[in-house]
């Protein structure tokens, strides 16, 4: 029997409470066997400085699910070549793990984008995509591709930059992030925001 998987991408920069209980959410409602955090190496829309080490970032995946068994901390787009785009994604998982059907997660602002992303027609073509609502980023049910779908989960207002910025101020993060990562998140983003412009810790 094929196990469904979600694909939840991103740069997890850092994983925050919100992520994990969207996801949580989608698993339900997607009726997913499993969702995969796919930690990003290299996002062609998000090159910034304040970029974490990749593994530093998905230390930091892997600890903050250690207590949720269907929820995986994957580093497969590290193995792959570079700029990591999700149509080569896609393409190689399905190649790699043919008895596993992979449904694409993404954001609303995301699927503003999705006609810039590479080979997005192929995408919708050959993937069941998931769409969860982001603030200001409306989308038009009735409007959406036959493979495509909307689902009305919970809006979280929590972002990895409030977390970066909370560290930065000094500032606490207990909530917004499990307490079995909140003393490394403090150490590497302080420890990131010292670093000269433009240089990864």
């Not at 955090?37 to 080490?53: G, R, T, Y």
């Not at 068994?69 to 590290?78: G, I, R, V």
């Not at 399905?94 to 449904?103: A, E, I, L, S, Y």
């Amino acid at each position: 029997m094929s196990k469904r998987v979600g694909i939840y991408g991103g740069s997890f920069n850092p994983i925050h409470n919100g992520h994990i209980a969207l996801a949580k959410q989608l698993l339900r409602a997607c009726r997913l066997d499993e969702v995969w955090f796919v930690v990003s190496p290299q996002n062609p829309f998000k090159q910034s400085s304040e970029l974490l080490a990749d593994d530093k970032r998905l230390q930091l995946v892997r600890l903050a699910l250690e207590e949720e068994p269907k929820l995986t901390a994957c580093d497969y787009e590290f193995h792959l070549p570079k700029p990591s785009y999700m149509w080569h994604t896609l393409q190689s998982m399905r190649r790699d793990m043919p008895d596993t059907t992979f449904v694409l997660l993404i954001g609303a602002d995301n699927w503003q984008a999705f006609p810039h992303w590479f080979r997005h027609e192929d995408i919708i073509r050959n993937f069941d995509i998931v769409i969860y609502p982001r603030k200001q980023s409306p989308v038009e049910e009735a409007l959406l591709p036959p493979r495509v779908h909307l689902v009305h989960a919970e809006l979280y207002d929590l972002s990895s930059t409030m977390i970066r910025q909370r560290v930065r101020c000094g500032e606490s993060i207990d909530g917004l992030v499990p307490p079995c990562i909140a003393p490394l998140v403090k150490a590497y983003y302080a420890n990131a925001e010292r670093k000269p412009h433009g240089e990864q810790p």
